[in-house]
C-alpha cells in the first residue's frame, strides 16, 4: 500500500465497475490522510481500534460511506484490522 504500515490483501477486484473487497491491516501509530469516496465504502472492523475525529471504531463495529464523502484524516494507536468494500479511486486530500 502507498502508505507505510498498511497492508492490504485484495480478495475480489473488479477493475471494470473500479471497486475491491480486502483485507486492511495498519501496524500501531499508523495515519491515514484525509480522503473523499469515489463510491459507496462499508468497512467492518475485526481487530484493534481506528479512530476517525473523535470517534473510536472497534472490533464489531460497521462503517459506511456515501459516495463523495470525505474521511478526516484517521489513526490506530494499537493497530487494527478490517474488511473493506470501497472504490479503487478514492482521492487522497492530505
Do not use: Q
Amino acid at each position: 500500500h502507498r502508505i507505510p504500515g498498511v497492508a492490504v490483501k485484495p480478495l475480489f477486484v473488479d477493475e471494470a465497475k473500479r471497486e475491491a473487497v480486502m483485507l486492511v491491516r495498519a501496524d500501531a501509530g499508523v495515519r491515514y490522510p484525509s480522503h473523499r469516496h469515489a463510491a459507496l465504502e462499508d468497512m467492518f472492523m475485526l481487530a484493534g481500534e481506528l479512530r476517525f475525529g473523535e470517534r473510536i471504531y472497534r472490533a464489531g463495529d460497521y462503517i459506511r460511506s456515501e459516495c463523495g464523502s470525505v474521511h478526516e484524516p484517521s489513526e490506530t494507536r494499537t493497530g487494527c484490522m478490517f474488511l473493506l468494500r470501497g472504490s479503487l479511486d478514492n482521492e487522497l486530500l492530505d
